[in-house]
Protein backbone atom coordinates (compact mmCIF):
# COMPACT_ATOMS: atom_id res chain seq x y z
CA UNK A 1 0.00 0.00 0.00
CA UNK A 2 1.49 3.31 -0.93
CA UNK A 3 0.65 6.30 1.35
CA UNK A 4 1.83 10.11 0.86
CA UNK A 5 2.71 11.97 4.12
CA UNK A 6 3.05 15.58 4.88
CA UNK A 7 6.23 15.94 7.26
CA UNK A 8 6.61 19.07 8.79
CA UNK A 9 10.26 20.57 8.63
CA UNK A 10 12.32 20.35 12.37
CA UNK A 11 11.54 23.19 14.77
CA UNK A 12 12.63 26.47 12.52
CA UNK A 13 14.78 24.63 9.90
CA UNK A 14 13.95 25.15 6.47
CA UNK A 15 14.19 22.07 4.06
CA UNK A 16 16.85 21.89 0.93
CA UNK A 17 14.78 20.98 -2.10
CA UNK A 18 17.09 17.70 -2.21
CA UNK A 19 16.40 17.29 1.55
CA UNK A 20 14.95 13.90 1.06
CA UNK A 21 17.26 12.46 -2.17
CA UNK A 22 20.11 10.32 -0.53
CA UNK A 23 17.08 8.59 1.15
CA UNK A 24 14.91 7.52 -1.51
CA UNK A 25 14.75 3.60 -2.25
CA UNK A 26 15.62 3.36 1.91
CA UNK A 27 13.64 1.52 4.34
CA UNK A 28 11.77 3.87 6.96
CA UNK A 29 9.92 3.72 9.87
CA UNK A 30 6.42 5.35 10.03
CA UNK A 31 5.38 6.68 13.21
CA UNK A 32 2.33 8.05 14.13
CA UNK A 33 1.05 11.47 15.29
CA UNK A 34 2.47 11.47 19.17
CA UNK A 35 3.44 7.89 19.72
CA UNK A 36 7.47 7.18 19.81
CA UNK A 37 6.99 3.16 19.15
CA UNK A 38 7.40 2.91 14.90
CA UNK A 39 3.75 2.47 13.85
CA UNK A 40 4.33 0.84 10.51
CA UNK A 41 7.52 0.26 8.33
CA UNK A 42 8.24 1.29 4.22
CA UNK A 43 10.23 2.36 1.37
CA UNK A 44 10.41 5.84 0.68
CA UNK A 45 9.86 6.35 -2.73
CA UNK A 46 9.50 9.90 -3.54
CA UNK A 47 9.75 13.25 -1.79
CA UNK A 48 8.23 16.84 -2.79
CA UNK A 49 9.94 19.78 -0.32
CA UNK A 50 7.60 22.51 -0.38
CA UNK A 51 8.74 25.69 -2.31
CA UNK A 52 8.69 27.50 1.10
CA UNK A 53 10.99 24.90 2.81
CA UNK A 54 8.55 24.39 5.65
CA UNK A 55 7.08 20.57 4.84
CA UNK A 56 7.90 18.01 2.41
CA UNK A 57 5.16 15.28 1.33
CA UNK A 58 6.73 11.76 1.47
CA UNK A 59 5.56 8.84 -0.64
CA UNK A 60 6.31 5.38 0.97
CA UNK A 61 5.44 1.71 -0.15
CA UNK A 62 4.13 0.43 3.62
CA UNK A 63 5.70 -3.25 3.82
CA UNK A 64 4.48 -3.94 7.36
CA UNK A 65 2.48 -2.39 10.25
CA UNK A 66 3.08 -3.08 14.01
CA UNK A 67 0.69 -5.02 15.59
CA UNK A 68 -0.87 -6.28 12.47
CA UNK A 69 1.97 -8.83 11.36
CA UNK A 70 5.24 -8.76 9.30
CA UNK A 71 4.15 -9.87 6.06
CA UNK A 72 5.52 -7.40 3.36
CA UNK A 73 3.29 -6.39 0.11
Known sequence: M???IRQPAPGD???HPDAYADQIGQDVQILASLHVVPTAKGKLLGAKVADDGRSAWLTIE???L???GT???
Do not use: C, K, Y
Request: hydrophobic letters at 40%; glycine letters at 6%; zero cysteines.
Open 2 to 4: RVN
Open 62 to 64: VTS
Open 13 to 15: TVL
Open 71 to 73: EES
Open 66 to 68: AGF
